[in-house]
């Protein structure tokens, strides 16, 4: 059974920064590329950032791009999103998910991913 949980979140100033965690567990997490999406209040989820099993390769949404890091630490079982330079429209709750499969390419949409966590809240005070 697959876990995970993420941490991290809170309120912080616009320009401020955060660092959410997502550790899992459940089957070998260096197998599998991990991505985080987000949720802000009456919208849809959407993709903020991924990468590979080994981290090597990463994506971001055009909106965090320059802003945001993802990185992970597969001897912890964890992955980061390393949030910098916040705006209020970043405000969300944030989600961490894995994909169903072990791809050869780092997937970016929801439909990819079988595996969530719980979800920690972002809000960013202008």
């Known amino acids: 059974q697959v876990q995970l949980v993420e941490s991290g979140g809170g309120l912080v100033q616009a320009g401020g920064s955060l660092r959410l965690s997502c550790a899992a567990s459940?089957?070998?997490?260096?197998?599998?590329?991990m991505g985080w999406f987000r949720q802000a209040p009456g919208k849809e989820r959407e993709f903020v950032a991924a990468n590979s099993w080994s981290g090597d390769s990463t994506y971001y949404a055009d909106s965090v791009k320059g802003r945001f890091t993802i990185s992970r630490g597969n001897a912890k079982n964890t992955v980061y999103l390393q949030m910098n330079s916040l705006k209020p429209e970043d405000t969300a709750v944030y989600y961490c998910?894995?994909?169903?499969?072990?791809?050869?390419?780092?997937?970016?949409?929801?439909?990819?991913?079988?595996?969530w966590g719980q979800g920690t809240r972002v809000t960013v005070s202008s």
């Open positions: 459940g089957r070998t997490f260096s197998s599998y590329a």
């Open positions: 998910a894995q994909p169903r499969s072990r791809n050869s390419y780092v997937p970016r949409t929801i439909g990819e991913y079988e595996y």
